[in-house]
T-cell receptor, first 111, second 113 residues
Framework: EDQVTQSPEALRLQEGESSSLNCSYTVSGLRGLFWYRQDPGKGPEFLFT???AGEEKEKERLKATLTKKESFLHITAPKPEDSATYLC????????????FGAGTQVVVTP | NAGVTQTPKFQVLKTGQSMTLQCAQDMNHEYMSWYRQDPGMGLRLIHYSVGAGITDQGEVPNGYNVSRSTTEDFPLRLLSAAPSQTSVYFC????????????FGPGTRLLVL
């Protein structure tokens, strides 16, 4: 059975304190891995898509990486505005059109 | 572009009542989907559509119906609401559903008493 697990469930950071979020997956074949940001009371906002092991994507203070078993979202020198829940999702090669999401990591960055 | 819009924003239903959650997009996307989000469980796919007239089931389809008569609209119907359907519902769309950027609506918060 396909599984997507995110850790930790919650993360509290001081402003400027870099850290990483983990998304581990067990799937038959990976078509793509996706990262989203979700602010309270709003819909998820797309951040990155990764397709193959070794691929990396960057946007401002965020960097996503992918291996054959997991993906990391690195937050470098975070600011309070980076506070959000970060979700990862996968699409497998035998379930086109179906996205499977992890439970998310809630990040709070304090000044 | 308005993007993905959802109505209503909030709804209270009694057990057994029916209702339709509306979703529309103005980006000419072929792929649209419905999710529910419950605390600690992330987003779970209910139904999705890869084009007008084509729908398929996701992970948690029971108790929900969908249809796709136009490219723009993808309504979600609850035929007989149950307390277990209390959740936040999100609609999303993307160009083809093959893994490109997926845009989400603002959500509908549903409470079933």
């Amino acid at each position: 059975e396909d599984q997507v697990t995110q850790s930790p469930e919650a993360l509290r950071l001081q402003e400027g304190e870099s850290s990483s979020l983990n998304c581990s997956y067990t799937v038959s074949g990976l078509r793509g891995l996706f990262w989203y940001r979700q602010d309270p009371g709003k819909g998820p906002e797309f951040l990155f898509t990764l397709y193959s092991a070794g691929e990396e994507k960057e946007k401002e203070r965020l960097k996503a990486t992918l291996t054959k078993k997991e993906s990391f979202l690195h937050i470098t020198a975070p600011k309070p505005e980076d506070s959000a829940t970060y979700l990862c999702a996968v699409m497998t090669t035998d379930s086109w059109g179906k996205f499977q999401f992890g439970a998310g990591t809630q990040v709070v960055v304090t000044p | 572009n308005a993007g993905v819009t959802q109505t209503p924003k909030f709804q209270v239903l009694k057990t057994g009542q029916s209702m339709t959650l509306q979703c529309a997009q103005d980006m000419n996307h072929e792929y649209m989907s419905w999710y529910r989000q419950d605390p600690g469980m992330g987003l779970r796919l209910i139904h999705y559509s890869v084009g007008a007239g084509i729908t398929d089931q996701g992970e948690v389809p029971n108790g929900y119906n969908v249809s796709r008569s136009t490219t723009e609209d993808f309504p979600l119907r609850l035929l007989s609401a149950a307390p277990s359907q209390t959740s936040v519902y999100f609609c999303a769309s993307s160009k083809t559903g093959s893994g490109e950027t997926q845009y989400f609506g603002p959500g509908t918060r549903l409470l079933v008493l």
